[in-house]
Nanobody, 120 residues
Framework: QVQLVESGGGLVQTGGSLRLSCAAS????????MGWYRQAPGKQRELVAR???????NYTVSVKGRLIISRDNAKNPVYLQMNSLKPEDTAVYYC??????????????WGQGTQVTVSS
């Protein structure tokens, strides 16, 4: 089984920046749809950003222009650059990797999450 490990979370003041990283134990980033999700206390887990294996990206409206997803296929990491952070960005952030082909989901991996806390 492939392991996904997130890192880079922490405590930051409003307006600050963080960069989250997602490391995969196998070279799956280049063929997978990679996503960052987050879950705040008392709220549903939501998609933050996603990048396809064709390098198309999409974002939830609340983070557009502030959070950027990227991938480095040669080194097999996925990043979430977070700028102009707001208290409402506080959540546990999860990395996700999905491979779908021929109408079937062949894998759907999740990391354990990394805490991001944005103080007022």
């Amino acid at each position: 089984q492939v392991q996904l490990v997130e890192s880079g979370g922490g405590l930051v003041q409003t307006g600050g920046s963080l960069r989250l990283s997602c490391a995969a134990s196998a070279r799956i980033v280049s063929i997978s749809v990679m996503g960052w999700y987050r879950q705040a206390p008392g709220k549903q887990r939501e998609l933050v950003a996603r990048i396809t294996n064709g390098d198309n990206t999409n974002y939830t409206v609340s983070v557009k222009g502030r959070l950027i997803i990227s991938r480095d296929n040669a080194k097999n990491p996925v990043y979430l650059q977070m700028n102009s952070l707001k208290p409402e960005d506080t959540a546990v952030y999860y990395c996700n990797a999905v491979f779908e082909r021929y109408g079937r989901t062949w894998y759907d991996y999740w990391g354990q999450g990394t805490q991001v806390t944005v103080s007022s």
